[in-house]
C-alpha cells in the first residue's frame, strides 16, 4: 500500500493537470487577400490622392479555429484580417462559401471578422457609400480577393485541425502606441481615470496573448495601422502586418512570407484613440513662426487648420513615407509576443460557445442601469469628422469648404443626393454634436453608413472575445471589458477566471465608439461616433445581456433585428478596367530598360534596381504568388529567395502612356545583413493584356550581378 501510493499522487496529480487545461480542436491558416496594386484607391485614410502605385508587402488574413474535441458544432473560427475594417458584404460574401463548403460548421453565429485596421491597403471593397467616395465606388477584384483569401485562410485552417492545448497571458508594451486625443480622454472622470494609471493611463499598453503552443498565437494590442503615412502609395499591411511577418519568418527564416506554418495573429483592441506616432503630433509649416512645434492640442491645429498638423512615429527622421517607423511598432509588439510565447501563461479551461445578433442602432431603445430610458440615434457625422485626425489630416474630399473637389466623378453623381438636413429630433438626439453629414438619413443612390450591426462574442473556455463592429477608444474598451467580465462572472458563465478582450473593428464598420464624456468634447472620434451620446451605452446594454447564451447549456436563442440589406450587387463602380497593354516600338514586355550593376558588387545596406518593359498587374493579382524574385545562384541553379512580401523588395509600376498603353515596372532589393555573398538575378512576372484576344503571361530577368560579404 505504501509502495503504491507515490505513484497513484503522480497519477493524480496528472489527472488534476489534465482537467486543468482542457484539449481542444486547434486549426491555424493563412492566405493572402490583396487586391489590385495600382491604379486604385486606398482604404483608411479615405484620401482621393492615395491611388496605389505598387506594392511593399501582401495583406494577409489569419485564420484561427478553436473547436471543441468531442462536439464539432461547438466551434469557432476568427479572423485576422489585414484590411482597415470588417464589413458587412465581406462577410456575407464568406458565410456564403462557408456554407456551401461546410455546411452548417462555420455560420454567421460562430465566424467573426475581424482587421488589422491597418491604412496602406487596397480599397473599394465595403458595402456602404461613404467609404466608397474616395475609391469612386465599389471595385470587385479588391471584394473578390478578400472573399477569397478569407476563405482559403479557413480552408487551410481546418485541414490542419488537430488537438492541442491554449494559454493565456498578458504584458505591458512600452513605447508602442500614444493617445492622439488626450484631452477628450481627460474629459472621463477622474476616479475612473485613477483606476487604470498603472495599465498605460490614457493608453491601454497592455498586450493579451492566447498561445497556440508551438503553432501560433494570437494576440490583441491596440494601435492605429497608421504608421505608413497617407502620402505612401505602395499597398502595405502597416504595423500589425509587418509584427506578424517578422514573427513568422524568425520562427521558420526560409520560408516565403506567407508560406509559413507558424502563424502569428496582431489583432486590433480597442483601437480608437490610439496612435502609433508616438513621439507626437508636430506642425509641418515651412515658413510660419510654429513649424516644427507641437499642434496646438485641443484642435490639433497649426495656425487655426488641420492641414499641417501631422503625428510622428519613432523613425521620423529616417524616411519621408513612415516605412522606419512602421517597422519600429511592429518590432515592439514582436518583442511582447515573443516574451509572452516564452513565459509560462495561465491555461484555458472549459467550453467552447458563440452568440451573434444584428442589432440597429439607428434608433434601438433600452434601460441604462439607472432605470433611465436611453435612444440611439440614426447615424450622423459631426464637424469634427471633416479634420481628420493627426494620424490623417482632413478626410474625405468633399467636406474641405472649397469646391475645387468636383474633380472626383462619384461625387459629380452622388452630390444631388447630398445628405438631408437633419429633424430637430435628430439634432437634439445626437446632441452636442454638430451634424456634418447626416448620413442615417441618406439612402440615395444606397445607404451611406450600416444602421445594422453585428454583436458578437466568442467563448473559449474562460477567455470571452468581444468582437466590435467599430473602434472602442481607450476608456470606452475599459467600460465595456468590465461591464462584461461582471456578468460572466454574476450569471455563473465563467469563474473569477474570466478574462475579455475586444476584438476590431470587425464584421461591419459602424465607425467609432466613445465614451458619454468624450462625446461631449467632440474630438475626431466623438464627432465619428455615428449613433449619438448613448451608442457605447447601448453596446453595454447588449453584449451584457447576451452573456447567459454563453453559458456551457445556454436556453433559447436570443432575439435579433433584420440583417442589413444586400448593397454590394447594386453599388456604383466609376473604375475602368484595364484597356490593354502594349510594349514600346521595337521592344518587348519583360525586356530590361534599365539594368542591374554588372561590373561591381553589391554590399549590404544597397539597393540593386531593375527596370522593366511592363504591363498593368491588375490583370493577374498573383495572389498567393509574387510580381517578382530575387534568385540566388545556388550549386548551379536558380534559387528564388525573396519575394514581393519580403520588406526588403519593392514592386513599383508606372504608366508611360495611357494612349499608347505602355507602362514600367521598377523591381528593388536593398540587400539585407548577412546577405550570403554570392550570384543573384532579379525577375518580374507580369501578365499583358492584348487589345483583342486574351491576357498571358511574361517573365522578365536582370543580368547577373553580385553580392559580396
Ligand atoms: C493581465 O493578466 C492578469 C492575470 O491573468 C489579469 O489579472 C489582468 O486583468 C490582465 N490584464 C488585462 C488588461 O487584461
Ligand atoms: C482644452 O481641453 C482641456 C481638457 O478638456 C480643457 O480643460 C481646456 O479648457 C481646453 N482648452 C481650450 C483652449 O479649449
Ligand atoms: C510553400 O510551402 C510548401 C510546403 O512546404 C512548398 O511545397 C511550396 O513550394 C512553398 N511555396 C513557396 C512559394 O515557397
Ligand atoms: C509624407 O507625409 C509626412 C507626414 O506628413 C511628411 O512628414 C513627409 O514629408 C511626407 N513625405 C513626402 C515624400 O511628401
Ligand atoms: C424612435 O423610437 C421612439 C421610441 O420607440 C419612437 O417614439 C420614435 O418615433 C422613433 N423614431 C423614429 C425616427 O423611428
Ligand atoms: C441615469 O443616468 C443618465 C446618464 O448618466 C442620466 O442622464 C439620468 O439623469 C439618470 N437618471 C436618474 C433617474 O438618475
Ligand atoms: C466656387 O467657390 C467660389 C468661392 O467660394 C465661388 O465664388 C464660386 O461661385 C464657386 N463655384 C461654384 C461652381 O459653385
Ligand atoms: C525606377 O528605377 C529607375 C532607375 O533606378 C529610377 O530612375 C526611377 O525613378 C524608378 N522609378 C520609380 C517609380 O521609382
Ligand atoms: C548568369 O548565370 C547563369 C548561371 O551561371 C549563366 O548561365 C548565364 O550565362 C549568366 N548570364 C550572364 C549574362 O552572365
Known amino acids: 500500500m505504501t509502495r503504491l501510493l507515490p505513484s497513484f499522487l503522480v497519477l493524480a496529480t496528472a489527472v488534476a493537470n489534465a482537467v486543468a487545461q482542457s484539449q481542444y480542436l486547434l486549426g491555424l491558416g493563412i492566405a493572402d487577400i490583396t487586391g489590385p496594386v495600382v491604379e486604385t484607391n486606398m482604404m483608411g485614410y479615405a484620401s482621393l490622392g492615395q491611388t496605389d502605385s505598387g506594392l511593399h508587402l501582401r495583406q494577409r488574413a489569419r485564420a484561427f479555429i478553436i473547436g471543441e474535441t468531442d462536439n464539432t458544432a461547438n466551434r469557432v473560427v476568427f479572423i485576422n484580417a489585414d484590411i482597415a475594417m470588417g464589413d458587412s458584404g465581406i462577410r456575407r460574401g464568406v458565410l456564403a462559401g462557408l456554407a456551401a463548403k461546410y455546411g452548417t460548421l462555420y455560420t454567421a453565429q460562430n465566424f467573426a471578422l475581424s482587421s488589422t485596421h491597418q491604412h496602406s491597403g487596397v480599397g473599394g471593397y465595403l458595402e456602404n457609400l461613404l467609404p466608397q467616395i474616395t475609391s469612386l465606388g465599389f471595385v470587385p477584384q479588391t471584394y473578390n480577393a478578400i472573399v477569397q483569401g478569407v476563405l482559403l485562410a479557413v480552408d487551410r485552417a481546418h485541414n490542419s485541425l488537430q488537438t492541442g492545448t491554449l494559454s493565456i497571458g498578458n504584458e505591458t508594451v512600452v513605447g508602442g502606441n500614444l493617445n492622439r486625443s488626450p484631452t477628450a480622454y481627460l474629459a472621463n472622470p477622474a476616479a475612473e481615470r485613477a483606476m487604470y494609471v498603472d495599465e498605460g493611463g490614457d493608453q491601454d499598453k497592455i498586450m493579451s496573448l492566447l498561445s497556440f503552443g508551438s503553432r501560433g498565437f494570437l494576440s490583441w494590442f491596440p494601435v492605429h495601422g497608421t504608421s505608413i503615412y497617407e502620402n505612401n502609395t505602395l499597398v502595405s499591411s ?42 507626437g503630433a508636430f506642425c509641418e509649416s515651412p515658413g510660419e513662426p ?9 484642435s490639433s491645429t497649426c495656425g487655426g487648420t488641420v492641414e499641417q498638423c501631422h503625428g510622428r512615429g519613432p523613425g521620423f527622421t529616417l524616411d519621408a513615407l513612415g516605412f522606419h517607423s512602421n ?84 461625387w459629380e453623381i452622388v452630390k444631388s443626393f447630398i445628405t438631408p438636413i437633419p429633424s430637430a429630433a435628430q439634432t437634439a438626439c445626437q446632441f452636442p454634436k454638430p451634424i ?53 462572472i454574476a450569471n455563473k458563465i465563467i469563474d473569477e477566471s474570466a478574462y475579455v478582450v475586444v476584438a476590431g473593428p470587425a464584421n461591419t464598420y459602424a465607425h467609432y465608439i466613445t465614451t458619454r464624456e468624450e462625446y461631449a468634447v467632440q474630438r475626431y472620434e ?92 491588375r490583370n493577374n493579382l498573383h495572389l498567393e504568388g509574387t510580381f517578382l524574385s530575387v534568385d540566388q545562384l545556388v550549386s548551379g541553379a536558380w534559387k528564388p529567395v525573396r519575394s514581393d512580401s519580403h520588406p526588403s523588395t519593392l514592386y513599383q509600376w508606372t504608366r508611360v502612356s495611357t494612349i499608347l498603353g505602355t507602362s514600367s515596372v521598377n523591381v528593388s532589393w536593398t540587400i539585407e545583413p548577412n546577405t550570403p555573398a554570392g550570384t543573384y538575378r532579379l525577375r518580374y512576372f507580369g501578365d499583358s493584356k492584348p487589345l483583342i484576344g486574351s491576357i498571358s503571361g511574361f517573365t522578365g530577368t536582370s543580368s547577373n550581378f553580385t553580392v559580396s560579404a
Not at 486590433?268 to 490610439?274: E, I, P, S
Not at 516644427?292 to 492640442?297: D, E, R, S, T
Open 327 to 410: 517597422q519600429m511598432i511592429a518590432q515592439i509588439q514582436v518583442d511582447a509576443a515573443k516574451s509572452l510565447m516564452s513565459s509560462k501563461l495561465a491555461p484555458i479551461t472549459g467550453t467552447v460557445r458563440s452568440v451573434h445578433i444584428f442589432l440597429d442602432m439607428a434608433n434601438h431603445t433600452f434601460t441604462l442601469p439607472n432605470g433611465t430610458q436611453a435612444q440611439t440615434c440614426p447615424a450622423a457625422m459631426g464637424f469634427s469628422f471633416a479634420g481628420g485626425t493627426t494620424d490623417g489630416p482632413g478626410s474625405f474630399d468633399f467636406v474641405q469648404g472649397d469646391n475645387s473637389t468636383t474633380q472626383n466623378p462619384l
Open 290 to 298: 510654429y513649424d516644427g512645434m507641437p499642434c496646438q492640442a485641443n
Open 436 to 488: 456634418l453629414l447626416n448620413t442615417g438619413y441618406a439612402t440615395l443612390p444606397y445607404a451611406w453608413s450600416p444602421s445594422t450591426v453585428d454583436i458578437q462574442m466568442l467563448k473559449v473556455g474562460n477567455l470571452v472575445i468581444l468582437v466590435i463592429p467599430g473602434e472602442l477608444t481607450t476608456m470606452a474598451g475599459r467600460r465595456l471589458r468590465a461591464a462584461v467580465r461582471t456578468a460572466l
Open 238 to 279: 502597416d504595423n500589425k502586418g509587418m509584427a506578424a511577418y517578422l514573427y513568422e519568418s524568425s520562427v521558420e527564416p526560409t520560408a516565403m512570407p506567407g508560406n509559413q506554418t507558424f502563424v502569428a495573429g496582431f489583432a486590433q483592441a480597442n483601437v480608437g484613440d490610439t496612435s502609433p506616432n508616438t513621439l
Open 526 to 617: 466623438g464627432a465619428s461616433t455615428i449613433f449619438g451620446p448613448y451608442t457605447l451605452e447601448a453596446y453595454i446594454d447588449k453584449y451584457t445581456s447576451l452573456v447567459p447564451f454563453l453559458a456551457d447549456s445556454p436556453t433559447g436563442t436570443p432575439t435579433s433585428d433584420a440583417a442589413p440589406p444586400e448593397l454590394t450587387s447594386g453599388a456604383l463602380d466609376l473604375n475602368t478596367g484595364v484597356v490593354f497593354d502594349a510594349a514600346p516600338i521595337g521592344k518587348s514586355f519583360g525586356q530590361v530598360l534599365i539594368d542591374v550593376v554588372k561590373t561591381t558588387a553589391y554590399k549590404a545596406g544597397q539597393t540593386v534596381v531593375a527596370q522593366f518593359v511592363g504591363a498593368n498587374p
